[in-house]
Structures are given as structure tokens and as C-alpha cells.
């Protein structure tokens, strides 16, 4: 059972919008800032965003995120079949004094 | 380039124990904090422990506090992970990953190819 809580699974077709929640607590999102990765089958995670909303270099602007009180999303624009992955959320938890993941979303682009 | 190279997994017995090591290149290695990250096959990302960019601060999960001890040596640009009392629970390709900043964990911007730790009898 993960510390932060998101969809097992989310699904769009080619150039929709969709979006993908991770919901906390008041100790881990509530206060502190989510990042969110990306990984590809057999790859190592990459980092799409961190720090409100900042991207690394190279992470195109259809990826962005959002948080109200202790929930965030991920957003991904003009959704493109290499986006298929699978997305984690992440932030610190003060409580816990340690980095908390969401259990993952595998996003499915049909 | 900016790289990690992870080294040092293996098959151990149960209550063995395992030291990983983690190359990095192209970077400051100490103007950054460092962490392990493991992930169990089919199974999402669990972060294990971080150190701070001086590693004078140290972090770890509940789940190994007391058993793994996080080092490095920025005269050698190496992480470490000293694994003792290891279990079953510990499977796991186990990543090294440079944080965006100097103290407590948290983004992850750099990644390794992973070494794979595998607890059994």
C-alpha cells in the first residue's frame, strides 16, 4: 500500500487530453512539491517534472501538474503513442522523513 | 555525459549481506544529494535512502533503518550502499539517482541502468 494513491490504469486516444492523479496527505503533498517521472518499458525513470512545474531540458511542454491540497495530476496534452508508460508521482513526507512514490499509473494510449 | 554506473548486486542468501556502488560522472558529485531507488520485477518505485550533497545528512525508509547504511566518497565520485541483514523483501533492481539539489531527497534528474540485488536460498 503506497503512501501516495494513484489510478492503476489510464487510457486516451492520439491527441487527447488526459490526466493522471495522485492524491496524499497533509505530511507529503500538502506541503511539500510532487514530481512526477516517466518510464518507458525496460528503461530506468526518467523525470518529467519537478519544483512547480519545471521540466527538464528536453521534456516537451505538453507534460504539466497541478495540485490542490493534498491531491496533484499530471497533465499530458496532444497525447502521442510513445507516451505510453508508466507515470509516478513523488514527494517528501515530513512525518515519515522519507521520499514517498505513488504505486504507479500505466497510461495506454489505444 | 552525465552518467551512474551501479555495480556490486548479486544473489545472496538470506541474512547476508551486499555492498552496492554507484560511478558518477560529467557532474559536481558533491554539490548534489544522492539516493538508491529499488524496484521489485513488476512492481513500482520504492526509494530506499538518500545522503546529502556533503553527506553530512543521511535518509532512509523505514523498511531498511537499522539493516542498509548509505555512504560516499566525493574524492571518488562514488555512492555506496552497505546491505546488511538482507531478506527476501529486499529483491530488487536497485537504481542510483542524482537529486536536482544538495540536501534532503528529492527530484531525481539523473538515473542508472540499475543493479539487480536477488535475496534467496
Known amino acids: 500500500q503506497s503512501v501516495l494513491t494513484q489510478p492503476p490504469s489510464a487510457s486516451g486516444t492520439p491527441g487527447q487530453w488526459v490526466t493522471i492523479s495522485c492524491s496524499g496527505s497533509?505530511?507529503?503533498?500538502?506541503?511539500?512539491?510532487v514530481n512526477w517521472y516517466q518510464q518507458l518499458p525496460g528503461t530506468a525513470p526518467k523525470l518529467l517534472i519537478y519544483?512547480?512545474?519545471q521540466r527538464p531540458s528536453g521534456v516537451p511542454d505538453r507534460f504539466s501538474d497541478s495540485k490542490s491540497g493534498t491531491s496533484a495530476s499530471l497533465a499530458i496534452s496532444g497525447l502521442q503513442s510513445e507516451d505510453e508508460a508508466d507515470y509516478y508521482c513523488a514527494a517528501w513526507d515530513d512525518s515519515l522523513k522519507g521520499l514517498v512514490f505513488g504505486g504507479g499509473t500505466r497510461l495506454t494510449v489505444l | 555525459e552525465v552518467q551512474l554506473l551501479e555495480s556490486g548486486g548479486g544473489l545472496v542468501q538470506p541474512g547476508g549481506s551486499l555492498r552496492l556502488s554507484c560511478a558518477a560522472s560529467?557532474?559536481?558529485?558533491?554539490?548534489?544529494?544522492m539516493s538508491w531507488v529499488r524496484q521489485a520485477p513488476g512492481k513500482g518505485l520504492d526509494w530506499v535512502s538518500g545522503i546529502s550533497g556533503s553527506g553530512g545528512s543521511t535518509y532512509y525508509a523505514d523498511s531498511v533503518k537499522g539493516r542498509f547504511t548509505i555512504s560516499r566518497d566525493n574524492s571518488k565520485n562514488t555512492l555506496y550502499m552497505q546491505m546488511n541483514s538482507l531478506r527476501a523483501e529486499d529483491s530488487a533492481l536497485y537504481y542510483c539517482?542524482?537529486?536536482?539539489?544538495?540536501?534532503?531527497?528529492?527530484?531525481?534528474?539523473?538515473w542508472g541502468q540499475g543493479t539487480m540485488v536477488t535475496v534467496s536460498s
Open positions: 497533509s505530511s507529503n503533498i500538502g506541503t511539500n512539491t
Open positions: 560529467g557532474f559536481t558529485f558533491s554539490s548534489y544529494g
Open positions: 519544483t512547480n512545474n
Open positions: 539517482a542524482k537529486d536536482v539539489y544538495s540536501g534532503y531527497p528529492d527530484a531525481f534528474d539523473i
